[in-house]
């Protein structure tokens, strides 16, 4: 079985702070990890995914996550938070076996002018 | 290329109807997969179709059941409806079977209110 645990379920920064998103996960095998981004009244757009490339994944807006698997963590970062970041970001797993997404709680990001 | 679209976007019905929702996938897509989004339980993964096969489903009751067409097109019904049913329910497409970590687009999905 799979799981993804996100501590907390509010983060708030200051424009142009660091944002640091927590992620762990749990898989009995290889896992694919993913996270995604909700605005309001819209559906999930994907960010970034790891695919047991590059530890270090890049994604879209200025993110990237970095796999670990000795903690088992895939923790998103932005360097310079921006007052269109501020959204719901989920952290989902998958593996190859099983199509389907699990997904953690989903962490609101605010950020503060 | 267009994106995966749903219908209706909004949905009110009382308790004990049936619902039916539309999910059309991005052009090409060959896997639907369905999710259903509540504040208290999250995103719980509902099943997913290929080729008009039910290739994998979550822990939900048999009221909540699907297909897909030949054009890869997938609806869900939710018969009987109890109002913890009221939920944002999200369709997802790929173009293949999402295993391999392929990436699931997803619709802006279908908020369904139980009264």
């Known amino acids: 079985a799979q799981s993804v645990t996100q501590l907390g379920s509010h983060v708030s920064v200051s424009e142009g702070a660091l944002v640091l998103l927590r992620c762990n996960y749990s898989?009995?095998?290889?896992?694919?990890l993913f996270w995604y981004v909700q605005y309001p009244n819209q559906g999930l757009q994907l960010l970034l995914k790891y695919t047991s490339a590059a530890t270090l994944v890049k994604g879209i807006n200025g993110f990237e996550a970095e796999f670990k698997k000795s903690e088992t963590s895939f923790h998103l970062t932005k360097p310079s938070a921006h007052m269109s970041d501020a959204a719901e970001y989920f952290c989902a797993v998958s593996t190859g076996a099983n199509s389907k997404l699990t997904f953690g709680k989903g962490i609101t990001l605010s950020v503060r002018p | 290329k267009a994106g995966v679209t749903q219908t209706p976007r909004y949905l009110i019905k009382t308790r004990g109807q049936q619902v039916t929702l539309s999910c059309s996938p991005i052009?090409?897509?060959?896997?639907v997969s369905w999710y259903q989004q509540t504040p208290g339980q999250g995103l719980q993964f509902l099943f997913e179709?290929?080729?008009?096969?039910?290739?994998n489903k979550g822990n939900f009751p048999g009221r909540f059941s699907g297909r897909q067409f030949s054009n890869s097109r997938s609806e869900m019904n939710v018969s009987t409806l109890e109002l913890g049913d009221s939920a944002l329910y999200l369709c997802?497409?790929?173009?293949?079977?999402?295993?391999?970590?392929?990436?699931?687009?997803f619709g802006p999905g279908t908020r369904l209110t139980v009264l």
């Open positions: 997802a497409s790929s173009w293949r079977v999402a295993g391999a970590g392929d990436e699931q687009f």
């Open positions: 052009s090409g897509h060959r896997s």
């Open positions: 179709y290929f080729s008009e096969t039910q290739r």
């Open positions: 898989s009995s095998v290889p896992p694919y």
